[in-house]
């Protein structure tokens, strides 16, 4: 029997990653299962950067972290009874990824196929490429246009 209790997400918050986070949710759903949302974080802003120089653990909460939409579509979600965690780290996205998504024993992977750069001429991004080449699980990708009609009537 194919196991499929653990669903990880991982979402730069992006426009694409947020249809992956779509998909996240509704699959997670329908099959019972718990999805773990994975922001991975760089010193790539300038909020983060800040974040970063005085210590996230210690001085900036994950509301610092999280976006305000996201944190409430989630809260609403899990009202609804959606089992779901969201869980920062710092790093590499893709290895930071690939990371989790082996100690935390996943089941699949949902990512968008694009993120922030989001850059259509080539396939996919970076971070989606390393990680879909790395893991040895079944890996949705979800393109941006591919899922809009998909998605639109969900709100
Ligand atoms: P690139 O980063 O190569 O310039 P891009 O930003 O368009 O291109 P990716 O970064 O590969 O594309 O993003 C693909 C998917 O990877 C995103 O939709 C998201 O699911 C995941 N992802 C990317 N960056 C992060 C991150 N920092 N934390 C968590 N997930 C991420
Ligand atoms: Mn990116």
Not at 25 to 37: G, Q, Y
Not at 48 to 72: I, L, M, N, P
Not at 79 to 94: E, H, Q
Request: hydrophobic residues 40%; contains cysteine; proline residues 3%.
């Amino acid at each position: 029997m194919i196991q499929l209790s653990k669903i990880l997400c991982p979402t730069d918050y992006s426009r694409t990653s947020d249809k992956a986070v779509r998909y996240a949710i509704e699959l997670a759903r329908r099959v019972n299962a718990h999805v773990r949302f994975l922001h991975v974080m760089q010193p790539e802003n300038i909020a983060e950067k800040t974040a970063y120089s005085y210590g996230v653990s210690k001085k900036v909460g994950k509301a610092d972290v999280v976006s305000e939409e996201f944190r409430r579509l989630l809260m609403e979600e899990k009202k609804r009874g959606l089992s779901a965690d969201i869980l920062i780290l710092r790093g590499n996205p893709y290895n930071t990824i690939i990371e989790q998504s082996n100690t935390w024993g996943t089941d699949l992977l949902i990512m968008g196929s694009h993120g922030r750069t989001g850059l259509r001429r080539i396939l996919m991004g970076s971070v989606a490429e390393a990680v879909f080449h790395a893991v040895d699980i079944p890996v949705l990708l979800v393109k941006q246009d591919a899922a809009d009609k998909a998605v639109k009537d969900y709100i």
